[in-house]
């Protein structure tokens, strides 16, 4: 008897990768979970994927016709390592493509908007996941997450400007309906938290739950790109920091009811994703004298 076809989660370990995978096998479908390492997930057959091991491409693709796209970190120009991986996609049988891209993104705009451009030309069954910000930004091993638990402080040249934040919980779940639902999205999916935030009101609700002051410092765009650009590429620390200069301009200060058209449940808000971290952190570390929580992602 031959075997349904799998799922292919590119990222299977990363922020929303996991998730995915976790909520496929929970749905009972077959999962290649692809990392670099080829690390084991539960319930999924782990394979080793590295977008810059073209040999580790094909391989990755056995026996698949689905797959979801995470894009190389930190790459300017993801296209060119992705286009030709989805031509390979779809010769070897790949018939359904979800990719993760950003709100900040249009199909066609850069870096990751040249792929979500070229989805339709490529598979007839597609989606686009265009979510915000991650919630757990703050409370995972983001940059702000760590410049919190170290510092106390978050830096961004946001201004004023707002962010519908999201849990990646609430990303995940739009992902699994998209891969699995018979009926395919064929479009980009706004994916947002239920409201609006501006970094001012992040910082006061970490303080409220953390029991630490959390302050947020404002950074000129050359400030900002110029302390990204110690951790990755200046060319990619440009974009980030440009992209906090779009959210001050008002280009992330909207919601949508993407969550709970295609779940049938409300996204989670900010508060409960904050407090939720904190009770896990405070599992994690047992017994002992009161700190401020460590978040987890």
Do not use: K
Not at 233 to 240: C, N, R, W
């Amino acid at each position: 008897m031959t075997e349904p076809a799998a799922v292919l989660v590119i990222g299977a370990t990363g922020t929303t990768g996991s998730r995915v995978v976790r909520g496929l096998v929970a749905r009972g479908h077959r999962v290649r979970a692809a990392s670099r390492s080829g690390a084991l997930v539960p319930g999924a057959q782990g394979v080793r994927f590295d977008w810059y091991e073209h040999a580790t491409h094909a391989p990755a693709l056995d026996g698949t016709d689905r797959v979801y796209l995470v894009p190389p970190p930190a790459c300017a120009d993801p296209a060119s390592t992705m286009l030709p991986f989805l031509e390979l996609a779809r010769a070897s049988g790949v018939r359904r493509a979800v990719l993760l891209s950003s709100s900040a993104i249009p199909a066609g705009g850069p870096a990751v908007g040249r792929v979500h451009r070229a989805l339709p030309e490529l598979f007839e069954e597609w989606a686009a996941l265009r979510p915000s910000w991650f919630m757990q930004n703050f409370t995972g091993d983001h940059a702000h997450a760590r410049s919190i638990r170290e510092e106390g402080t978050i830096r961004t040249a946001t201004g004023g400007g707002r962010v519908a934040f999201v849990d990646a919980d609430d990303i995940a779940d739009v992902a699994v309906h998209a891969l699995t639902d018979a009926r395919v999205p064929g479009t980009d999916l706004v994916v947002t938290g239920p409201a609006a935030l501006g970094y001012d009101e992040v910082a006061t609700i970490l303080s409220e739950v953390g029991g630490r002051t959390v302050t947020h410092r404002q950074l000129t765009y050359e400030q900002l790109r110029d302390r990204l650009a110690l951790a990755m590429p200046v060319e990619f620390a440009a974009v980030l920091a440009g992209l906090d200069g779009d959210i001050a301009a008002g280009a992330e200060d909207r919601t949508t009811d993407t969550v709970l058209r295609v779940t049938g449940r409300r996204p989670r808000d900010f508060r409960t994703h904050v407090e939720r971290a904190a009770a896990g952190a405070g599992t994690r570390r047992g017994p002992g004298p009161a700190r401020p929580p460590r978040p987890g992602a």
